[in-house]
């Protein structure tokens, strides 16, 4: 798998703080694509069920990216190898809770993507004046019970579920303009996977026309 970590070398900035940015209706698609490559077991774990494909693009429709927060990492491919979502509630009565969900491709696993979605939909959520958020996941899942427990989560099992629940800090000035700069630079930094792909891709067709060229000198020499 190919990672957001190595256009980052040499960077002085830690190599997190580029990759995760907020997704628009853009990436529908995008997102529709990860969780169809997700295996049964994946699915079952992120929905609680195994949800099949007509589900997922369900599901992927109906994602309402002015209500919701949306927050993605990207290989250099473009491929999304992590998203988030954290989900607001329709009740205005409650919409100081929201919900979080998350994936990681499974050859990405296990590096802190998780994790790091985790932190920043916090941190988003901090500043949108969420108090609480939800977690809700089934007791084998250990990664993401982890994930909650590290934060700090409650967590409460009930037989083969288990809901847990973080209590937010108020926003900072602090936690605003981190969340600004956090932003800003992720969205720099796809904007440059987007030129580099467009780059490559553009070579390899030059490269290709190239070598078409030669083979029909090949072919037509006496
Ligand atoms: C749950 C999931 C998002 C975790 O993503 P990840 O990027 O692999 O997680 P991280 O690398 O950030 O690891 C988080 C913690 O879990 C631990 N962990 C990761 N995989 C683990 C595993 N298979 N078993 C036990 N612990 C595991 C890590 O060591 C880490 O703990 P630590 O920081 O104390 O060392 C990923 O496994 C996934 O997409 N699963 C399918 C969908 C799903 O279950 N979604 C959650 C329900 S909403």
């Known amino acids: 798998m190919d990672l957001p970590f190595r256009e980052e070398k040499g960077s002085r900035l830690a190599p997190w703080v580029a990759t995760i940015r907020q997704l628009g209706p853009r990436h529908r698609e995008r997102i529709a694509r990860h969780l169809l490559a997700l295996d049964e077991r994946d699915r079952y774990l992120r929905f609680g069920y195994a949800a099949n494909d007509e589900q997922i693009r369900n599901y992927v429709d109906h ?14 491919r473009l491929e999304l190898i992590a998203w ?37 939909a916090v941190m988003h959520a901090r500043n949108e004046g969420v108090q ?77 026309v190239r070598r078409g060229v030669q083979d029909a000198r090949h072919k037509s020499a006496p």
């Open 84 to 120: 988030a979502h954290l989900a607001h509630s329709v009740d205005r009565n409650f919409d100081a809770c929201a919900e979080f969900g998350v994936s990681v491709s499974k050859s990405a696993r296990g590096r802190g993507f998780g994790g790091k979605l985790f932190d920043r």
């Open 63 to 76: 994602l309402d990216f002015e209500r919701d927060d949306i927050f993605g990492i990207y290989n250099r």
């Open 132 to 208: 609480l958020m939800f977690i809700h996941a089934l007791s084998e899942n250990t990664a993401m019970l982890k994930i909650a427990r590290n934060a700090g989560a409650t967590v409460e099992r009930d037989g083969s579920e288990s809901e847990a629940y973080l209590r937010l800090p108020p926003a900072t000035f602090d936690s605003r303009v981190t969340e600004l700069i956090e932003e800003r630079l992720a969205q720099t930094n796809y904007r440059l996977k987007v030129q580099a792909k467009q780059f490559w891709d553009f070579l390899k067709n030059l490269q290709e």
